[in-house]
């Protein structure tokens, strides 16, 4: 398995945006979607947003209308572009590909967001 590298956290203010980036090499070639999930301190990984091989977009209720998955092919990168960002927003976000066979991944270290004033 090739461990997702993600990139794009830090500390933004409540209303305030953040795109974060994973970057998987060969996820584009081998067909695999991808995933985001995110964990809060103490609390259990919630998923946030999916992104299939075809680019069939889903978001968790908590997030839809702010946060927009994308993924750029040719870099083997999915961001997660976060608007209206709000302070239950903070969290550790972590990405893994979706699918199965060489598409079966393990959540990458994750990048910490924090939202606050």
């Known amino acids: 398995q090739v461990q997702p590298v993600e990139s794009g956290g830090g500390l933004v203010q409540p209303g305030g945006s953040l795109r974060l980036s994973c970057t998987v090499p060969?996820?584009?070639?081998?067909?695999?979607?991808m995933a985001w999930s995110r964990q809060a301190a103490g609390k259990q990984r919630d998923w946030v947003s999916s992104?299939?091989?075809?680019?069939?977009?889903i978001y968790a209720d908590s997030v839809k209308g702010r946060f927009t998955i994308s993924a750029e092919k040719a870099k083997d990168t999915v961001y997660l572009q976060m608007n209206s960002l709000k302070p239950e927003d903070t969290a550790m976000y972590s990405c893994?590909?979706?699918?199965?066979?060489?598409?079966?991944?393990?959540w990458g270290r994750g990048t910490q967001v924090v939202v606050s004033s």
């Open positions: 992104i299939t091989t075809y680019g069939t977009t």
């Open positions: 060969g996820f584009t070639s081998n067909g695999c979607g």
């Open positions: 893994k590909t979706l699918g199965g066979g060489v598409c079966v991944g393990a």
